[in-house]
């Protein structure tokens, strides 16, 4: 099918992208289109070259760095990594330098980075990360604060320093990529291009590190036409990589092939591909959770049958700037259900919500209804509010389901602020 072709003429044009980038080139990779499909094939251009990647729906270059920076702590053991470049720049053994920066008295420390270079900006970085152990819940503790006053969102040079220093701890080609999405604002195609500003002014600072921008066609188009000649402008149109869907006869002629004859199935997945994308496992997904046919008659079957609704929905709350990085999936909570701790198949802990993907084979079974309700009133009780959907209805009325996602993470937003207020 041409979504195929298309894959392999995206990966490719990425490979030359960073081929770019190897030789210092600024590149922004610009992924126009679905959102649902650029982000899985960035990701699968990335995790071909073994690195991984951050999404990130732009605020600042500074919360840039930062959700960067929580990939890198997650994937590397960055302390020992920055123990042994100090232990390097102060030709000892990084073990004994170690054992003496655990016993040695404030007064011997500073001493001891005053002689490294005190006033240098890469210097004063690890310190600061070597001192707080460089862990990756370091980025979620008032820790933090030193770093972000630190650096500040208006000192470039400051943030792409530490960018660079990071990067250089790592194994060669390695440093993670990260994929911007414009975010949700009142006056968004004047936002996209002072975002495009930035992130170029970015790129240049930082040209060996995998950066790519998520568009949608509108953006793309008012950027290209509207917004002035810059060299901004010009890194953009260079970059620019289309990811478009299929258009509606091939993909009915692809659905029929397979024999999905339904109107209303086969408009429920063309609306998919092109509200977000199409990359064929998003497709096959979508086909096997909307033909009657595949609709599971045994338990294991339902398992699976939930899990690729579980994983397409999340395609879609990643792709809305609004749910992105909202929800975990099959996440634990601290609530004792039965003889071991609770699992919902989404939950967003902040805003107290659960979501449950309830499948065909579920309710079968007059236990599991009964069970369900137990751990529907439990979360309640904890004051969760509490979403269940059908497998089944995740294509079929998948907007209908974001929009309530969408209206439980407002009424919490809501009620947090009232709260504050109080």
Same mark, same amino acid.
């Given at each position: 099918?041409?979504?195929?072709?298309?894959?392999?003429?995206?990966?490719?044009?990425?490979?030359?992208?960073?081929?770019?980038?190897?030789?210092?080139?600024?590149?922004?990779?610009?992924?126009?289109?679905?959102?649902?499909?650029?982000?899985?094939?960035?990701?699968?251009?990335?995790?071909?070259?073994?690195?991984?990647?951050?999404?990130?729906?732009?605020?600042?270059?500074?919360?840039?760095?930062?959700?960067?920076?929580?990939?890198?702590?997650?994937?590397?053991?960055?302390?020992?990594?920055?123990?042994?470049?100090?232990?390097?720049?102060?030709? #000892?053994?990084?073990?004994?330098?170690?054992?003496?920066?655990?016993?040695?008295?404030?007064?011997?420390?500073?001493?001891?980075?005053?002689?490294?270079?005190?006033?240098?900006?890469?210097?004063?970085?690890?310190?600061?990360?070597?001192?707080? #152990?460089?862990?990756?819940?370091?980025?979620?503790?008032? #820790?933090?604060?030193?770093?972000?006053?630190?650096?500040?969102?208006?000192?470039?040079?400051?943030?792409?320093?530490?960018?660079?220093?990071?990067?250089?701890?790592?194994?060669?080609?390695?440093?993670?990529?990260?994929?911007?999405?414009?975010?949700?604002?009142?006056?968004?195609?004047?936002?996209?291009?002072?975002?495009?500003?930035?992130?170029?002014?970015?790129?240049?600072?930082?040209?060996?590190?995998?950066?790519?921008?998520?568009?949608?066609?509108?953006?793309?188009?008012?950027?290209?036409?509207?917004?002035?000649?810059?060299?901004?402008?010009?890194?953009?149109?260079?970059?620019?990589?289309?990811?478009?869907?299929?258009?509606?006869?091939?993909?009915?002629?692809?659905?029929?092939?397979?024999?999905?004859?339904?109107?209303?199935?086969?408009?429920?997945?063309?609306?998919?591909?092109?509200?977000?994308?199409?990359?064929?496992?998003?497709?096959?997904?979508?086909?096997?959770?909307?033909?009657?046919?595949?609709?599971?008659?045994?338990?294991?079957?339902?398992?699976?049958?939930?899990?690729?609704?579980?994983?397409?929905?999340?395609?879609?709350?990643?792709?809305?700037?609004?749910?992105?990085?909202?929800?975990?999936?099959?996440?634990?909570?601290?609530?004792?259900?039965?003889?071991?701790?609770?699992?919902?198949?989404?939950?967003?802990?902040?805003?107290?919500?659960?979501?449950?993907?309830?499948?065909?084979?579920?309710?079968?079974?007059?236990?599991?209804?009964?069970?369900?309700?137990?751990?529907?009133?439990?979360?309640?009780?904890?004051?969760?509010?509490?979403?269940?959907?059908?497998?089944?209805?995740?294509?079929?009325?998948?907007?209908?389901?974001?929009?309530?996602?969408?209206?439980?993470?407002?009424?919490?937003?809501?009620?947090?602020?009232?709260?504050?207020?109080?």
């Amino acid at each position: 099918m041409v979504v195929e072709q298309q894959q392999r003429t995206i990966l490719a044009k990425l490979a030359l992208h960073q081929s770019r980038r190897c030789q210092s080139i600024p590149t922004l990779s610009v992924l126009v289109g679905g959102a649902v499909a650029a982000q899985q094939l960035w990701s699968q251009w990335l995790n071909g070259a073994n690195r991984r990647t951050v999404t990130y729906a732009y605020e600042s270059r500074l919360s840039l760095f930062m959700s960067w920076l929580s990939i890198v702590l997650k994937e590397y053991n960055l302390y020992s990594l920055i123990l042994e470049k100090v232990a390097m720049l102060a030709d #000892k053994p990084s073990d004994r330098l170690a054992a003496w920066l655990d016993n040695a008295s404030e007064y011997q420390t500073t001493l001891f980075w005053q002689r490294l270079s005190h006033t240098s900006t890469e210097i004063l970085f690890l310190r600061w990360l070597l001192d707080q #152990k460089a862990q990756p819940t370091l980025l979620t503790t008032p #820790k933090a604060d030193s770093l972000v006053s630190g650096l500040k969102e208006d000192n470039l040079p400051a943030i792409a320093q530490s960018f660079t220093t990071v990067e250089q701890l790592l194994p060669h080609y390695a440093a993670p990529g990260i994929l911007v999405r414009l975010p949700d604002a009142e006056n968004e195609l004047s936002s996209s291009e002072v975002t495009l500003t930035r992130l170029t002014q970015l790129v240049e600072a930082i040209p060996t590190i995998p950066l790519g921008l998520l568009l949608t066609p509108a953006q793309a188009e008012h950027l290209l036409k509207q917004s002035p000649e810059s060299r901004a402008k010009a890194i953009l149109r260079g970059g620019m990589i289309e990811v478009a869907s299929p258009d509606s006869d091939t993909l009915k002629q692809w659905l029929c092939d397979r024999g999905v004859e339904a109107n209303t199935h086969q408009q429920a997945i063309i609306h998919l591909a092109e509200q977000y994308g199409a990359t064929p496992e998003l497709l096959e997904t979508a086909l096997s959770l909307t033909e009657s046919a595949s609709k599971p008659d045994t338990s294991k079957a339902d398992e699976v049958y939930r899990s690729q609704a579980e994983w397409l929905l999340f395609q879609c709350l990643e792709a809305n700037p609004s749910t992105a990085g909202q929800f975990q999936v099959n996440a634990q909570l601290d609530i004792c259900f039965g003889d071991r701790p609770m699992e919902v198949d989404f939950l967003a802990a902040d805003a107290k919500i659960a979501i449950e993907i309830d499948g065909y084979y579920h309710f079968r079974s007059k236990d599991n209804y009964r069970r369900d309700r137990r751990k529907d009133f439990e979360l309640q009780r904890q004051g969760f509010i509490v979403l269940r959907f059908l497998a089944e209805d995740v294509v079929a009325r998948l907007e209908e389901i974001l929009d309530m996602i969408g209206q439980a993470l407002a009424l919490r937003k809501t009620q947090q602020s009232i709260c504050l207020e109080a």
